[in-house]
């Protein structure tokens, strides 16, 4: 491909409030433009990344027996109302409606659909295990795009759905995917990890996310050092330490002016923070029986230096979706904002749910339900007992292992692909069964694999650059070798680069031919922000000498390479290395 008859156009400067390096640079080399919010085109570049990714994915889920198949993005509604996820998903998912007033969906995720297309192909159990896939489009309307690729709201996904006869059918199937998972990391030049994490939405028993490792992602990562335990803060366990026993006292209002937050109580009262009740107050949407969405007001209380997960507070509910409370709400129960406090709330009106730390703490200070007081020597059992006792805290950096008890370190990274365990959520709902070998009905058992094939690119490039632009693997680049023609209108010296070109893209090398008339150093400057692995460069000198010059991208290595026929196979031995 000559560049000059290309669709393409660099940028020196960042473009827009482009933040992360991967944005600014997919911008500036000309791989993607931003249509809206959240929404992007891919240029010629861009979508040849794009293509070489979604081919590493084809081939290591066919590996592993993966079929491939197309199922619609627009869905009808009445597949979401069988599993009941209509009425629960919220905004995030795109309604509209067709010519015949019927209601219609804009598929954020394909459970629904893939379960109504094998229950009207799968009978028997000689037909599982089967594991379907597809590399198509999503749309999530998400409230605050970010990142460029990272994330957005159009997005394309790799989405797979394994069936199978029961659970131990689906374990084996699971670590089969966690491998090809590992596999198509490593081929795009990724070391992600697979953590422990929230099944959310999906449900399941089940769930681990795959990270990349990196400062500009927005999940945080858990783990030991000594004995391998890794989690996503949101579920993420940990140690807790309870405070020594304590002669419960007797409660004591105390006048504490402009004290609204743990911090600011700690400071007046000249006490730590693990001697106060923090309250917090949220409005949790659950399912009621009949599977329609209500809201519930929740007050939870924590010991006074922790935090709280929402993701645990969520799961503990049974929250499809959980937000922060607005002041007339949390007023509307008998509480204060700032100084909330579990006595005397309206019970009726409110689920309390406390930290399974909470019991074992004595004589805490806790709000008194209006501005400027706390009370004094709180103690759970005696004074309050709550709707629900569980582990609501967020881990963090030096908690506690719950393996082992070691520090636990944080870190920052970008989900780049997740694995979950249906289990049988879906085929119950939807009447998705077979026939086992005694002939007994049995409802299918499922697993769901997902890549995020947008946000895999951005992440390759928030690992693989340098301060001149991207380095692409050369497993994903756009093309393996960039030929810059410095000829400078000498005739010959444009022949020999041509037939440079023929010889590279005879001997099977994907070649970019910058052919353009322009200054050699905004040719090396474009090939450098491109990122493609091996550049050569045919000039006068070089032609004169019977060499051409070759460089590294990614190390920078120069040297220069006889002309003939042995050019092409030393730039294929030179990409070997250029992983």
């Known amino acids: 491909m000559r560049l000059s008859e290309y669709l393409f156009q660099t940028h020196r400067e960042p473009q827009g409030e482009a933040e992360l390096i991967s944005h600014q640079l997919l911008l500036r080399a000309g791989l993607v433009r931003q249509v809206a919010s959240g929404i992007f085109a891919y240029l010629p570049i861009g979508q040849r990344v794009k293509h070489r990714i ?22 009808p509604a009445e597949l979401w109302r069988e599993s009941g996820r209509w009425q629960q998903i919220g905004s995030e998912m795109a309604r509209l409606k067709d010519r015949n007033d019927r209601d219609l969906c804009l598929a954020m995720t394909h459970e ?3 379960t109504s297309l094998v229950r009207d192909v799968i009978r028997s159990y000689r037909q599982l295990p089967c594991l379907l896939y597809q590399v198509q489009t999503k749309f999530r309307d998400e409230p605050r795009p970010r990142g460029g690729l990272i994330r957005v709201r159009e997005f394309t996904m790799k989405d797979g759905y394994s069936f199978h006869v029961d659970a131990d059918d689906l374990d084996a199937w699971y670590d089969k995917v966690y491998e090809a998972y590992a596999n198509i990391f490593r081929r795009c030049g990724l070391d992600a990890v697979a953590v422990r994490s929230d099944p959310g939405m999906m449900g399941g028993s089940d769930a681990h996310e795959f990270i990349e490792l990196s400062p500009s992602g927005e999940d945080t990562i858990l783990s030991c050092a000594a004995c391998g335990y890794r989690a996503n803060r949101q ?28 911090d600011d109580l700690a400071r007046f009262l000249d006490i730590p923070k693990t001697k ?47 937000r922060p409370a607005m002041s007339e709400e949390i007023r509307a129960v008998g509480t204060e904002p700032g100084f909330g406090s579990p006595l005397g709330i309206d019970r009726p009106r409110t689920l309390l ?30 004074d309050y007992e709550a709707d629900l006792v569980a582990d609501i805290a967020a881990a963090g950096d030096g908690s506690a292992c719950p393996s082992c008890g070691s520090a636990l370190r944080a870190d920052q990274g970008i989900e780049v692909g997740n694995i979950f365990k249906l289990g049988n959520k879906y085929s119950k709902a939807m009447n998705a069964g077979y026939l086992d070998r005694e002939n007994v009905s049995r409802p299918i058992v499922m697993g769901c694999y997902g890549i995020g094939i947008d946000r895999l690119m951005a992440s390759i490039v928030e690992r693989h650059h340098d301060e001149n632009g991207i380095c692409w693997p050369a497993s994903v680049a756009p093309f393996q070798v960039i030929l810059v023609d410095l000829s400078g209108g000498d005739t010959h010296v444009s022949e020999v680069a041509a037939s440079v070109y023929d010889d590279l893209v005879e001997a099977g090398l994907e070649a970019l031919y910058d052919d353009r008339d322009d200054r050699a150093g905004v040719k ?13 460069t045919v000039g006068g000198r070089g032609v004169k000498k019977g ?33």
Not at 285 to 294: L, P, S
Not at 548 to 574: H, Y
Request: charged share 25%.
């Open 54 to 75: 979604e081919h590493i994915v084809r081939e290591e889920m066919d590996a592993i027996g993966g079929q491939e198949v197309t199922l619609p993005v627009v869905q």
């Open 112 to 114: 629904e659909l893939v």
């Open 235 to 262: 579920v993420a366990r940990f140690g807790k330490n309870d405070l020594t026993p304590e002669e419960q006292l007797p409660l004591e209002e105390i006048h504490t002016p402009g004290t609204a937050t743990i």
């Open 276 to 322: 106060t009740a923090k309250a917090l107050f949220m409005v949790a949407t659950i399912a009621d029986e009949q599977g329609a969405a209500v809201d519930r007001f929740v007050f939870a209380v924590l010991r006074g230096d922790m935090e709280l997960s929402d993701t645990k507070l969520a799961n503990a509910v049974g929250a499809l979706q959980l």
């Open 353 to 382: 749910v406390v930290d399974d730390l909470i019991p074992s703490c004595f004589n805490l200070v806790a709000g008194a339900n209006r501005v400027d007081y706390h009370v004094a020597n709180v103690n759970y059992g005696r």
């Open 524 to 536: 090396f400057n474009d090939a450098d922000l491109m990122g493609i692995p091996v550049r050569l």
């Open 547 to 579: 060499v051409v010059e070759l460089k590294v991208r990614r190390s920078g290595q120069m040297k220069d390479m006889p002309l003939g026929n042995g050019l092409a196979e030393e730039v294929k031995k030179v990409l070997a290395f250029c992983s």
